[in-house]
């Protein structure tokens, strides 16, 4: 067990945690937008994606996306999940604005966008990637005591060489790992904000457009970040995903002004 990567996994959660947190308490701060927004955000997450989304993904990729191999069948899967899920999670944010903003008496504004995005993100981050890294921390706390052959004695005959694989993978976490990780969900927080104000924007413009506009800036993220992450690997990706969070910043600043 490597005391730096245990290091790096305290410090990828402080961040993970913070980072939104802290960002959504001086939002609010300053801009004094209701709590309710942000958890109407919250609860559009829980519903289309940790309810709906995140079983659907599980069951399509057991019973089709395993039937599938070689490259060109893998990123053809790639561009369909990746559609499916920023149709869902777009459409759970039109949801929310035309469901939940009439019963909150929120207005269409720009204020109330940003913290319905936080919401969604803080959620996300906090939650599902946060908690995943916790259970991953331990599991490579328990691994790196007992060593992975004892684990696959403990599981007797049932364990497979698969389940080794993966077990020795956890075992042999870096350092940097962890951090990718942190780093993967601070740039995430400036698209979930742009995608929830072009959401915004189509319904205050009445502009099928901007939801366009929303799926298909977020579809394209999805295909290729995860993309060159498996190609060039995951520094170089999220050095090119910090580029889309700055583009994503361009167009949070820039929708602070109804656009036609």
């Given amino acids: 067990m ?3 990567t245990i290091i790096a996994f305290i410090v990828s959660l402080i961040v993970q945690v913070g980072f939104p947190l802290g960002i959504t308490l001086r939002f609010r701060r300053r801009a004094h937008v209701s709590w309710h927004v942000f958890f ?3 609860f559009v997450f829980a519903l289309f994606q940790l309810v709906t989304w995140l079983p659907l993904s599980a069951y399509l990729d057991i019973v089709f996306g395993a039937t599938y191999g070689g490259e060109t069948a893998a990123f053809l899967w790639l561009l369909a999940m990746a559609a499916l899920t920023s ?5 759970g944010r039109f949801w929310g604005y035309k469901v939940l903003f009439p019963r909150l008496e929120a207005d269409l504004n720009w204020e109330n966008g940003i913290m319905y995005g936080l919401g969604h993100a803080s959620v996300e981050t906090m939650i599902l990637i946060a908690g995943l890294t916790f259970v991953y921390l331990l599991g490579y706390v328990m691994i790196s005591f007992v060593g992975p052959s004892t684990v696959m004695d403990a599981l007797g ?20 790992q962890p951090l990718l990780v942190a780093v993967e969900r601070v740039l995430t927080l400036p698209h979930q904000l742009a995608w929830s104000l072009l959401v915004l924007q189509s319904i205050a413009s009445k502009q099928k457009r901007w939801f366009g506009f929303a799926f298909i800036y977020h579809a394209s993220i999805a295909v290729i970040i995860p993309g060159l992450a498996g190609l060039v690997g995951l520094p170089l990706a999220e050095l090119v995903n910090a580029l889309f969070a700055a583009f994503s910043l361009y167009v949070v600043f820039s929708l602070r002004e109804p656009a036609n």
């Fill in 2 to 4: 490597s005391g730096p």
């Fill in 40 to 42: 109407a955000g919250a």
């Fill in 87 to 91: 149709l869902i999670e777009e459409g």
């Fill in 157 to 176: 005959a049932g364990a497979s060489e698969g389940l080794k694989e993966v077990l020795t993978t956890i075992a042999s976490t870096s350092w940097e």
